[in-house]
């Protein structure tokens, strides 16, 4: 993550700006973030992909061992970086709405979100009351 990309991450409290922030990340990698040698869903993954929580982490608030955790047991059993705590925690119902969507609902065609995701982030929106990104 670019030094750019560190503030503008650090500078995300708002819930649609959290939201938004998420889905054009994920719509521009094209691929959901996996750790091939586990065949898991990773917070930070093979080739510098990110899931939809890992987006949000700086490199100095992601450590390795926040893998194979859900941004649940990250919030309640450890302790995350504190500016990254202070982010996550009110957005946290949301979040786990988004980290579910990448790990369980994520499909892409020729590196393009399919109708059933776009469906899904369309119900998303609707139930978190987020007004689509001018980006997209």
Known sequence: MTPEEAL??????????????????L?????????????????RGDGGTMCAVGCLMTDDEYHPSCEGNTIEFLLWETTL??????RVK?????????????????????GTFTESCELYISELRKKWNIKKSSAF
């Open 27 to 43: 719509r521009k990698q094209g691929k959901q973030s996996l750790l091939q040698a586990e065949n898991n869903c990773a917070y």
């Open 90 to 110: 009110p957005n946290f119902a949301m979040l786990m709405d988004l980290q579910n969507f990448h790990d369980s609902n994520l499909q892409y065609e020729d």
């Open 8 to 25: 503008k991450v650090k500078s995300l409290t708002d819930p649609s700006d959290i939201f938004n922030h998420v889905v054009d990340h």
């Open 81 to 86: 970086a504190p500016s990254l705590k202070e």
